[in-house]
């Protein structure tokens, strides 16, 4: 599978962005794959945002952005977005979709996902 992911920009704190990650390359249904957004910032681990379980609707998000961001699905589109409202500096990172097939309940961790896409930079700054 090949993962694209897009949207990320400079904002304004405060402000929305919303990333989109385009999903190719399998046969079978953007519905019955796990997906999730993690989140790497200069110097920091890549830690864990959202994440959308396969054949489900149920979506996970880590406590630092729940309530502000949402993460979501277009099945005809064969996209997952991650709408990010409330922005604040300390979400400035760059932002990577991954991928894997059936859910794991080690969700939160990025080793336990199988594809990645290029990552796209977010910069909350004034």
């Known amino acids: 599978v090949q993962l694209q992911a897009s949207g990320g920009g400079l904002v304004q704190p405060g402000g929305s962005l919303r990333l989109s990650c385009a999903v190719s390359g399998r046969t079978d249904s953007l519905y019955s794959m796990s997906m999730a957004w993690f989140r790497q910032a200069p110097g920091k681990a890549r830690e864990f945002v959202a994440a959308?379980?396969?054949?489900?609707?149920?979506?996970y998000h880590a406590d630092s952005v729940k309530g502000r961001f949402t993460i979501s699905r277009d099945n005809s589109k064969n996209t997952v977005n991650l709408q990010m409202n409330s922005l604040k500096p300390d979400d400035t990172a760059i932002y990577f979709c991954?991928?894997?097939?059936?859910?794991?309940?080690?969700?939160?961790?990025?080793?336990?996902?199988?594809?990645w896409g290029q990552g796209t930079l977010v910069t909350v700054s004034s």
């Open positions: 959308i379980r396969s054949s489900s609707s149920s979506t």
């Open positions: 991954a991928h894997r097939g059936y859910w794991s309940v080690a969700y939160r961790s990025s080793s336990s996902w199988t594809s």
